[in-house]
Nanobody, 123 residues
């Protein structure tokens, strides 16, 4: 059974940094793209960043470009999201997920999800 466990969330002041981790188990994830998503209260879940199976390709939402960095360690079955220069509008529950292929087209490509970790940025 696929299991994804996020960690690293918390409360931080605007301008601060956090590093999220997502540890995957249950199968080998090195052949699949992985991504980070977030959902704020009253809003739809949105894609934040995605990394291809090899790490050679990445996608970032416009709202986080230049501030967030996604990376992966396939030997550890772990994906990371380094978040710098955090803003109050980054406040959300952050989820990691695994795609069914080496890249992705839409959120629908991601079939396995973690339970989420809360990120709160105070002004």
């Amino acid at each position: 059974q696929v299991q994804l466990v996020e960690s690293g969330g918390g409360l931080v002041q605007a301008g601060g940094s956090l590093r999220l981790s997502c540890a995957a188990s249950g199968r080998t994830f090195s052949s699949y793209a992985m991504g980070w998503f977030r959902q704020a209260p009253g809003k739809e879940r949105e894609s934040v960043a995605v990394i291809s199976w090899s790490g050679g390709s990445t996608y970032y939402a416009d709202s986080v470009k230049g501030r967030f960095t996604i990376s992966r360690d396939n030997a550890k079955n772990t994906v990371y999201l380094q978040m710098n220069s955090l803003k109050p509008e980054d406040t959300a529950v952050y989820y990691c997920a695994v795609s069914s292929s080496r890249w992705f087209t839409t959120q629908a490509d991601f079939g396995s999800w973690g339970q989420g970790t809360q990120v709160t940025v105070s002004s």
